[in-house]
């Protein structure tokens, strides 16, 4: 096939221009490893006098996304607007309705309307494509869904966010605290003027709800995932994990079994000894754990300008050489529904911190609730109080019913011992 | 498509089994994925007696695995005897020249013959894949060929053979030295009775030449692979590397650029802030440098049963899916013939040490010759005799030309003041 393979480029924003670069930089070996050159034909965007750094005049210019669905000229489109709904999802219905390849970086629309776009794919016959919605250049997508696809995946999780990555990682090398990080993030472009989306782990949420559905089959279900971000980690518990031999972490996990399917993004401790522990900056890291495979883990760029585009790039590679399976891994209809697992039946290690008032009683009525609830507790550190005049109590429980932890934390609710909400993060023990 | 999607297997051993057994635990779910049934319908091995612990008695057996090729009742033969030539070349000249798909774990047939088998591939539209070739279960033949397909890829190194890496970390985790390990790591059954291809490094050489056939678009060419294996690392050389702040892997490195195609399979120090330094016993990694991706990793469990058997049957899954590209990422014919870069011009740190006679002027002369091959030590340490009453000199290069290491070696060639033969290792800076 060497008739050109036409695109067109809805969203001229970071990864819009990265592709044009990109397309620009490696054009001639994209064209050995897709059969065919890989052209843009038109783009859209809103603002037309923006530099971009890249010669647009070589395109069509569409002031109006929408329309690019109903060309007749393109062979996909790729959709780099953003945002669950808006724009970029009437593009995609109407594009994937009328036959053509849709190829998107855009999580929340896929886990907010991914099923519904698939089955739309289905019917028309079209491609639907988004390695670019999941862990930036890193071919976690394709890894899972076809390297994997001869094993039952038990679990999935990983670092899904890199601004929420660089953050506890730099308040960990630097020894500073999260609000301090957060403002230097946002100066360097590693986190957003509104960075909620990122810190509060919702971003990291859409992603592991594509991720669970590819891994145990199941329908997307994004509204049945626990979301915790890191907004209220400090310094010290950066410290005290440390000492403990773990480093924190933002983690989104997956885990089907007969319980149902768990799904849950919260600030972990990791253990030195695993792979996690080590992914540092604004890196993103996947691992799966596959019964004949074992554990499989993808590390890389998670974000950012040339790891984005290098997705979008490789799946329009692969709808050039007709590549066009089922965006799920297999029809919709095969798709389980699943029934969320409830959180109070795990069984794991908390860490927990508190920020407590300097006077008599305060331990005694921790631990009593503590007892009161059935949580062991495995560790614990108070050290005095810090240089800011606050005293943190940090335990680390025994193996316990998550519900024994929360059911402590209510009994605790109200509490004068207690300042502010206590902090709880999980024990990544996998 | 909802006919089976029928194969034969050529080759009962540890794969062989893993494939049969995989094929039943995860029937319905490869069904969803695929699409279609996969289906055993006949079996060769030398010996059919042995128990495998599948029930075989299901599937045709086949005594010449060379009749395999010219079946018409099967879509895919799965070779996984093994060996360069022999049964499994001549299996899958005849497979692929009749047009009939063909599965393999043989990265010693595919490093030797793979341009051929592709091109007899191509001409009769047959699908060639060879994912459990390299690295076992981790999926970066399609993670690199696929998934990075918009890069041009600069470097891919990583850890490639299993053995040897369980044997380096065992080494270092119990301070034990070669030989003790290795007779371990035989009973254990990570290491073959005749374990050479293992610790030799030519498996690793294999698997490295067709990750850099793939990653820079180039014919394999396994005879230009440099090869030295871990059989000469003593357990100093991996407490000094700790010491120094390395641990000790066996790397297999391949770079293009200007200068030709680079490739060695090496005893290295790879730094413990590098994420190959964390990759302990049995498992594999692949690292690959994208110039728009930025750097991947891709790390699991690189052998064994299970991975091995996963990787196979994934690679079945998309053929039975009907995806079937070029076996190289690209036409035989576009695929760069390539001259090999010769190591000398690179420049690099070396760990260099020397079992030395315990007398005057050792050091002087040791010294005298790096001088006067333009070597510069960065650091050196001599400790006195150790237990065995062997001295050793360890001393780590500045950044210099190998080709000033390399005059410096065999400036000491039959110097009475060394014993035995000094041990180069190079310091991965990368």
Chains 1, 2 share one sequence.
């Not at 999935?156 to 960990?172: A, D, K, Q, R, S």
């Not at 495979?293 to 050489?321: K, N, Y």
């Not at 007892?371 to 335990?395: C, H, K, P, Y």
Request: with cysteine; proline share 4%; aromatic share 4%.
């Amino acid at each position: 096939m060497t008739t050109p393979f036409r695109i067109a480029l809805a969203g001229l924003g970071t990864v819009g221009g990265g592709v044009v670069k990109l397309l620009d930089a490696n054009r001639a070996l994209i064209e050995r490893r897709a059969g065919r050159e890989i052209r843009i034909v038109a783009v859209s965007a809103r603002d037309r006098t923006r530099d971009r750094g890249v010669d647009l005049s070589r395109f069509d210019w569409v002031d109006d996304a929408a329309t690019l669905s109903s060309r007749t000229d393109i062979d996909a489109v790729v959709e780099l607007i953003g945002g669950a709904d808006g724009p970029a999802l009437t593009l995609a219905r109407a594009t994937l309705a009328r036959g053509c390849a849709f190829v998107t970086a855009n999580k929340a629309m896929i886990a907010h309307h991914g099923l519904e776009l698939a089955q739309t794919a289905e019917t028309s016959g079209a491609a639907l494509k988004y390695e670019a919605a999941v862990a930036g250049g890193i071919p976690v997508i394709k890894g899972l869904r076809e390297g994997a696809a001869a094993n039952e995946i038990a679990r999935v999780y990983g670092i899904l966010n890199g601004t929420c990555n660089y953050i506890l990682t730099t308040m960990e090398s630097e020894g500073r605290d999260f609000a301090d990080v957060l403002a230097d993030a946002q100066a360097l472009g590693f986190a957003e003027t509104d960075p909620s989306f990122d810190i509060d782990g919702i971003d990291a949420a859409h992603k592991l709800s594509i991720l669970a559905s590819l891994c145990f089959g199941t329908a997307i279900d994004f509204p049945a995932v626990t979301v915790s971000g890191i907004r209220n980690v400090i310094a010290a518990d950066i410290t005290e994990a440390a000492a403990l031999g773990y480093r924190v972490r933002l983690i989104g996990l997956g885990e089907a079994d007969g319980h149902g399917l768990f799904q849950r993004v919260h600030p972990c401790l990791v253990p030195l000894g695993h792979p996690l522990a080590h992914v540092a900056g604004s890196l993103n890291a996947v691992v799966a754990e596959g019964n004949f495979v074992g554990r499989l883990l993808f590390e890389g760029r998670g974000a950012g300008e040339g790891p984005t585009a290098s997705a979008v790039v490789a799946d329009l590679i692969d709808v050039a050489r007709g590549e066009t399976g089922p965006a799920f891994a297999m029809p919709v209809s095969a798709l389980a529904k699943s029934s969320p697992a409830p959180a109070g039946d795990r069984r794991g290690r908390a860490y927990l911190r508190f920020t407590v008032a300097d006077r008599p009683g305060v331990l005694a009525e921790i631990t009593a609730a503590m007892r009161d609830a059935g949580v062991s507790i495995e560790s614990m550190v108070q050290r005095g109080a810090d240089t800011a005049g606050r005293v943190l109590l940090v335990m680390v429980t025994h193996v316990c019913p998550e519900r024994a932890v929360t059911d402590a934390l209510d009994r605790l609710d109200g509490s004068q011992s207690i300042t502010g909400r206590p902090m709880l993060m999980h024990i990544l023990d996998i």
